[in-house]
């Protein structure tokens, strides 16, 4: 042990004891673990390893094939009689919509687009490329409505069923088919099937309207209608026949 003497001043003194230095061994505490980073690979592969793969096959499956039996159907009227009406799209916006907008000096700066209240038109800065036709596809001769539209304007036409199967309508079609939303018929106030949706003709005061057509019976003339209303909304269709026949016929349907 050293003994230091250290000079407080004013004739003070005081001794110091200094202890030597020493280390000791306490030992392992506790459960330890190696230093290392995991291979993520390995990981997941020790994690595949206990997975049932034929299990979680077979599930999925199970509820692919379940899937359209847990559609919402919508029970709608069918049309008696052929008629037009024009439907106003605008909405009042909720909230602020914001994003990037450029300044007058020409820099992008993030902000308001639209304030909350105003009244938003979307067909003056969107117009839709194809027509939606609400069916019933549990009517034999709605379905065959649906089939003559899409075989004769694949490019335009979406089918969209208020009940039935689209899946198993879709591979008689040789296309997709949608279910219908709540939403969609009451924004497009769809009250009767088969109705048929397009943006109003651009040059009349129906452009920034929504045209709902109910196609009443017979449909045996429908088509000419339909094809009226599509020449009207799209004069120029622009999208070769033969490319879309080609994707009908890989998707596997029944239109070649």
């Not at 429908?222 to 009908?248: C, E, F, M, Y």
Request: charged content about 20%; cysteine-free; proline content about 6%.
């Amino acid at each position: 042990m050293l003994i230091r003497t250290v000079a407080l001043g004013a004739g003070a003194l005081l001794l110091v004891t200094i202890a030597p230095a020493s280390a000791h061994n306490l030992g392992v505490q506790g459960r330890t673990f190696p230093i290392g980073e995991v291979d993520m690979r390995l990981l997941e592969a020790q994690s595949l390893s206990h997975v049932n793969i034929k299990k979680i096959d077979a599930q999925m499956t199970r509820s692919a094939k379940e899937f359209p039996d847990h559609l919402k159907q919508f029970v709608l009227p069918a049309a008696r009689e052929t008629k037009t009406r024009w439907v106003d799209p605008s909405v009042v916006l909720n909230r602020n919509i914001e994003g990037m907008h450029r300044t007058a000096g020409g820099q992008w700066r993030w902000g308001v687009l639209w304030k909350q209240g105003t009244v938003v038109n979307p067909l003056k800065y969107v117009r839709p490329t194809t027509a939606l036709l609400y069916i019933n596809g549990l009517s034999s001769k709605q379905t065959a409505l649906a089939a003559s539209a899409v075989d004769q304007w694949p490019s335009r036409v979406v089918v969209i069923e208020t009940q039935g199967d689209p899946v198993l309508l879709a591979h008689q079609l040789g296309m997709p088919v949608y279910m219908a939303k709540a939403h969609s018929l009451d924004r497009y106030q769809v009250k009767e099937v088969p109705s048929l949706v397009v943006p109003g003709p651009l040059r009349t005061g129906h452009a920034y309207d929504l045209r709902v057509t109910s196609l009443g019976l017979p449909y045996t003339g429908d088509n000419r209608i339909i094809g009226h209303i599509l020449d009207q909304t799209w004069p120029a269709d622009g999208v070769s026949l033969k490319l879309i026949k080609g994707s009908q016929k890989a998707y596997g349907g029944a239109a070649q």
